[in-house]
């Protein structure tokens, strides 16, 4: 059988997917990049913010058409969005012949094979019994009009059979989540079908969230905090790295939590140490750190081990006080400034990543201006600045979302050409710099050009080096190579290697 499938949002909904990949490789299906000749279409969904939930759904009513080209053919609703809004999506797409949610990876084989979900009934989690789905949060069916319409105020809403008036009335008016919180896990001997390029893997060293955000709706929708063993990674990056992969990317909600569920405090400095022995990795890199978890032990490992990228990601979302309360976020921006100073003193030359949400409910101007004068102050080297969603189920649905959507956009724009202007100024004051980075192969965007990334530059995320006066012929993905920047293009940079 061959199956299609379409994977959406972050890298760890893409880990999901690999495995999902691998099982059904493994049950001895053909996996196809050809829609429309695949006996099966399965979307991994998305479902964080109105955007994400947007495009899953655009994508779900595209490969539902493409069902109806081929009698037979199936159509599975796997992820996020499936795992939130289950029985809306059965009711309202009838081609869906299948859903599963986030904890329920392993059922894909059971869907192909004949078994699975009939309309409102859940495939059973790995040894439980399968169960209704109950009722999920609303959700509603928008189709755009134009391709630069990109939330749900700027669509049209069709009254087509794919769609609901926001003013009819839905039996589906509460936010429940199923009847059960996700477990699944995957481990090592987990098959995986990977759909990086083959010299870079993530690897999901934990799953689910404790912490209580208001504007985030992931624990509901990915379950309790659960990690790894230390030797079941090793175990993962050793065999992955025997592949080729030379930049390992750990990945979870919270990568400092790693370990604290399992009653181990310090398990990510070792598993650092552990993962720094393993023959063939080059870079070893960490995303989605905590500010309240991450250690001086933690820091310490990442100055001090060699393959560990001095690179930090932290996602702050906010440096106002008040709004970091309204957000239950812990911590202060004087918190935030000790450790972000604490990290430079002990990396001189880390490289500073986050994010932040603009127009929280309640932000002001005067919290606007004190987000810009940290980012100003800070001088972080990559930044994100996204607008806030009023996500049903959070506990900041409960607030007044009074900023309006235009005000938002403004302020993200303010904020991100206060970033522009400081990325460009550094960006600039790089050229004639020595640098090794990693080839990461041909740009699609240039033909017979090249680039790469230095250690302080995580792939899809951050901008990239471009290489200029470099014979294809001496380059390959994965290749760590010396190079001198030469020039700099707003956020990315032009490099030419060095003999």
């Known amino acids: 059988m061959k199956i299609g499938f379409v994977s959406l949002g972050c890298p760890k909904n893409l880990v999901d997917s690999e495995v999902m990949l691998g099982l059904a490789e493994q049950a001895g299906h053909e996996i196809t990049a050809d829609a429309e000749g695949a006996d099966v279409l399965v979307v991994n969904t998305c479902a964080f913010i109105d955007r994400a939930k947007q495009e899953s759904v655009d994508t779900i009513l595209e490969m539902a058409e493409l069902k109806k080209l081929a009698p037979g053919r199936r159509l599975v609703v796997t992820g996020c969005l499936a795992e939130r809004y289950r ?33 409102g009934v859940a495939p059973a989690r790995p040894g439980e019994p399968a169960v209704p789905s109950g009722p999920a949060a609303p959700l509603h069916f928008y189709r755009r009009d134009t391709p630069d319409s990109r939330s749900p105020e700027a669509a049209s809403r069709s009254r087509d059979s794919r769609s609901r008036s926001s003013d009819e009335p839905s039996r589906h008016d509460l936010p429940v989540f199923g009847l059960d919180l996700p477990t699944y896990l995957y481990d090592a001997d987990t098959p ?37 063993s230390i030797e079941s990674v090793v175990a993962e990056a050793t065999r992955l790295a025997a592949d080729g992969v030379k930049e390992l990317l750990l990945i979870s909600q919270d990568t400092t939590f790693y370990g604290i569920d399992r009653g181990e405090r310090g398990a990510l400095p070792r598993l650092l140490r552990a993962l720094n022995a393993v023959d063939g990795l080059e870079w070893i890199r960490l995303l989605y750190l905590y500010p309240t978890t991450i250690t001086d032990e933690v820091i310490d490992a990442i100055a001090d ?7 930090i990601d932290l996602p702050l979302q906010h440096a106002s006080d008040p709004v970091l309360r309204r957000m239950k976020r812990p911590g202060t921006r004087a918190s935030y400034e000790r450790l972000l100073d604490n990290i430079r003193a002990r990396i001189p030359d880390v490289a500073l990543r986050t994010t932040f949400i603009a127009g929280f409910p309640g932000e002001t101007d005067a919290d606007v201006d004190a987000l810009e004068s940290f980012i100003t102050a800070v001088g972080f080297e990559h930044l994100g600045v996204f607008t806030y969603s009023h996500e049903e189920g959070t506990s900041a649905f409960g607030l007044a979302d009074d900023v309006p959507e235009d005000e938002k956009l403004a302020r993200q724009a303010r904020l991100m050409a206060t970033q522009q202007a400081l990325v460009a100024r550094r960006q600039q004051a790089r050229v004639g710099q020595r640098v090794r980075l990693m080839v990461d192969g041909p740009a699609p965007e240039h033909e017979w050009v090249w680039r790469g990334r230095l250690a302080g530059q995580a792939p899809d995320i951050d901008p990239v080096v471009y290489l200029t006066d470099a014979d294809p012929a001496d380059l390959c993905a994965g290749r760590l190579l010396d190079a001198e920047i030469v020039g700099a293009s707003e956020y990315d940079l032009v490099a030419r290697p060095l003999a």
């Open 87 to 119: 029985a809306t999506l059965q009711e309202e797409i009838p081609e869906i012949d299948a859903v599963l949610g986030t904890g329920e990876v392993t059922g894909l084989v059971q869907i192909l094979t004949g078994g699975g979900a009939r309309a």
């Open 192 to 228: 995986r079908r990977r759909a990086t390029p083959g010299h870079y893997a993530y690897v999901k060293i934990a799953e689910g969230c404790d912490y209580k955000c208001a504007f985030c709706i992931i624990p509901k929708m990915r379950g309790h905090y659960r990690s790894r």
């Open 305 to 311: 081990l060699d393959k560990v990228c001095k690179y």
